[in-house]
Each structure stands twice: as structure tokens, then as C-alpha cells.
């Protein structure tokens, strides 16, 4: 089984950046995507973008293309979201989620880490 643990979320201004991590642990050879999910108050999880963990070939979500990039440092299993010129709708929980090769779907998932941004 595969552990996720999210950090690097907080509080910025509107137009400012914050850098989110994802480190997994334990049976990762599972994995064959890693992805980030973001769902804010009131409203449905929706895809922010993924990575493929062995190619690095990566997806967005046409919206948050130029002001978001994923990233994969296979050395410390960890899987980073660089947030640039956030804005308010840019606020929500945050979440790193792992799809499995054989399932093919995102089965294990972090806590979440949540994001503000201020107006």
C-alpha cells in the first residue's frame, strides 16, 4: 500500500506563489500517475494536474495551464505543485492522490493541505 503526505500549503496574497509537495511512501512501484486534486467549499473535487511517476509526461487542466506545474523528484518519491499568480478561486483543500498500474484508478490518497489565497 502507498502513503501520501501533502505540505506546503497556507496563506497568500492574491498573485503570490506556493509550492506544494506530495511524498509517498511504502509500495510505490504500484504507482504509475501521481496526480493533484483540488476541491473547494461548496463545490466537487476536480483534477488540477498529473505526472506520469516513471516518464514524466504530464496533464492539466486547460484552466490552470501557465500558472501551475507539477514536477517529480523520483530520488525522494516526492511530487511537487508550483502555484504561480494564485487568485481567490484558486482557494481549497488540496489533495495528492496516487493511481495504481494494475486498477487504473486513484485509489490512495493524502489528508490534504489547504490553500488560501487573499484578495
Known amino acids: 500500500q502507498v502513503q501520501l503526505v501533502e505540505s506546503g500549503g497556507g496563506l497568500v496574497q492574491a498573485g503570490g506563489s506556493l509550492r506544494l509537495s506530495c511524498l509517498a511512501s511504502g509500495r510505490t512501484s504500484s504507482t504509475v500517475r501521481m496526480g493533484w486534486f483540488r476541491q473547494a467549499p461548496g463545490k466537487e473535487r476536480e483534477f488540477v494536474a498529473s505526472?506520469?511517476?516513471?516518464?514524466?509526461?504530464?496533464i492539466y487542466t486547460d484552466s490552470l495551464k501557465g500558472r501551475f506545474t507539477i514536477s517529480r523528484d523520483n530520488a525522494k518519491n516526492t511530487v511537487n505543485l508550483q502555484m504561480d499568480s494564485l487568485k481567490p478561486e484558486d482557494t481549497a483543500v488540496y489533495y495528492c492522490?496516487?493511481?495504481?498500474?494494475?486498477?487504473?484508478?486513484?485509489?490512495?490518497w493524502g489528508q490534504g493541505t489547504q490553500v488560501t489565497v487573499s484578495s
Open positions: 492522490a496516487s493511481k495504481n498500474t494494475y486498477s487504473g484508478q486513484y485509489d490512495v
Open positions: 505526472i506520469s511517476w516513471n516518464t514524466g509526461i504530464t
